[in-house]
């Protein structure tokens, strides 16, 4: 049963026999209701339990200014339930480690999520193939890779484009997040829609190669809980691509100011295309950036080997 919120399904049956038969089940992320309540049942059933949390206390910050009291409320309840009924606790982001120390007074386990070993291994593309393939006349692109709502801020990144120069150019790939006409829209109002290239959905080669062909990573996020961990982020450091971000939940943990990218306030579209222009006047910074990310990418082979030992670590007791 669903309340409007996918946070919010609610299971009307529980898979007993499945559950009962399991070593350990692992549950991820506090915020959903339909996780609490599967390994709520599964720790009744005498099963170890393992917790991957994530977003913690992220929901105070919603935009909404209707949603932000309960879902704080929420979200708190949410994580107390989760701290008494885990036998381990996982983590994805270093922020949600410091706040489960600082405001829980608990340890956990830093498991963050990888990257296909593909994204290592394919090799560069030509920029000019892939801009001749979608007909993009600009030699500097940079690349949004996500949902196109709101919350992920597209119209910054479209309002950068009007301080930029002429040679640059945003690429969106992703699916409609409801948001992309009024994405389109304000990008024909400023006069930019000549530097704006929607790709839609594209497969995994494709991606690859949007990444190879960019300066840099667009993350232009306003809001804290639509970044809880961002695979986007690891796919272009695994491509040896630097990051330009928005200062919002997890990505100040991962994106190190002139380290691996570049971090700027949300809602700064002025900001935004000063760290921009910065990259992509520097090839050279833009490359060290990228390579430094690289060494902060997993592969999904070394997180597998890592969950493996930790549940061998709860089931040993």
């Known amino acids: 049963m669903r309340f409007g ?12 026999k499945v559950l009962r038969n399991a070593d350990l089940v692992h549950g991820h992320s506090q915020n959903s209701l339909f996780v609490i309540k599967m390994v709520e049942r599964a720790k009744k059933l005498g099963v170890k339990v393992v ?21 704080s409320h929420y979200g708190k309840r949410n994580t107390r339930k989760a701290l008494k009924l885990a036998d381990m606790l996982l983590v994805r982001s270093i922020r949600d480690l410091e706040i489960l ?37 600009q030699e500097k692109l940079f690349l949004y890779v996500g949902r196109v709502h709101k919350l992920k801020g597209p119209h910054v990144l479209v309002e950068a484009m009007k301080h930029l120069s002429k040679d640059c150019a945003a690429v969106f790939i992703g699916p409609d997040g409801g948001y992309l006409e009024k994405t389109l829209s304000l990008a024909r109002r400023l006069g930019v829609e000549d530097k704006v290239y929607y790709l839609g ?16 990573l667009v993350l232009p996020s306003i809001a804290d809980h639509v970044e809880v961990y961002s695979m986007v982020i690891s796919e272009a450091w695994a491509r040896e691509r630097p990051v330009i971000a928005s200062k919002v939940g997890v990505v100040p943990y991962r994106v190190k100011q002139g380290v691996n990218g570049l971090l700027v306030d949300p809602l700064n579209p002025k900001a935004l295309a000063e760290a921009m222009a910065r990259l992509a006047e520097d090839e050279e910074l833009a490359e060290g950036m990228g390579k430094n990310g690289r060494r902060e990418v997993f592969s999904w082979k070394e997180i597998a080997e890592k969950s493996v030992q930790l549940y061998e670590q709860v089931l040993r007791g």
């Open 51 to 71: 917790l991957h949390l994530m977003a913690i206390d992220a929901l105070k910050n919603h935009p909404n200014f209707l949603i932000r009291p309960l879902a």
């Open 101 to 137: 120390r600082e405001s829980y007074g608990v340890e956990a386990q830093y498991l963050p999520d990888a990257v296909p070993e593909h994204y290592f291994t394919a090799e560069k593309v030509n920029p000019n193939k892939f801009k001749e393939r979608f007909g993009i006349r």
């Open 5 to 16: 919120f996918p946070d919010l399904t609610y299971p009307l049956h529980y898979l007993n």
């Open 201 to 216: 959905y594209v497969d995994e080669e494709t991606k690859i190669e949007a990444l190879d062909s960019a300066v840099a």
